[in-house]
Nanobody, 119 residues
Framework: QVQLVESGGGLVQAGGSLRLSCAAS?????????MGWFRQAPGKERQFVTG????????TYADSVKGRFTISRDNAKNTMYLQMNSLKPEDTAVYYC???????????WGQGTQVTVSS
């Protein structure tokens, strides 16, 4: 059974940093064509934050996090990361990692990790 598990969430002051990790079990990490991070704030829909393609290493970011967040993946460690700098209160959300076997759909999802940014 495939499982994605996020870690690294927590409470941080505005301007601070956090690094989220997403570890995969039950499936070789390197087979995923795309991996990404999404977030969902209370009362809002889940939104795309960032993604990375295996074939090209191409990354995409939501405008709201460009220049502050960085996605990376380490196939050898079966882990993906989200480095979040210059955090703002509006970044407060549950963050989910996701992975897709093709470039067109995310098939596997983690259970989410809470990130809270205080002002």
């Amino acid at each position: 059974q495939v499982q994605l598990v996020e870690s690294g969430g927590g409470l941080v002051q505005a301007g601070g940093s956090l690094r989220l990790s997403c570890a995969a079990s039950g499936r070789t990490f390197s087979i995923y064509a795309i991996m990404g991070w999404f977030r969902q704030a209370p009362g809002k829909e889940r939104q795309f934050v960032t993604g990375i393609r295996r074939s090209t290493g191409t990354t995409t970011y939501a405008d709201s996090v460009k220049g502050r967040f960085t996605i990376s993946r380490d196939n050898a460690k079966n882990t993906m990361y989200l480095q979040m700098n210059s955090l703002k209160p509006e970044d407060t959300a549950v963050y989910y990692c996701a992975a897709g076997l093709t470039n067109y759909k995310y098939d596997d999802w983690g259970q989410g990790t809470q990130v809270t940014v205080s002002s």
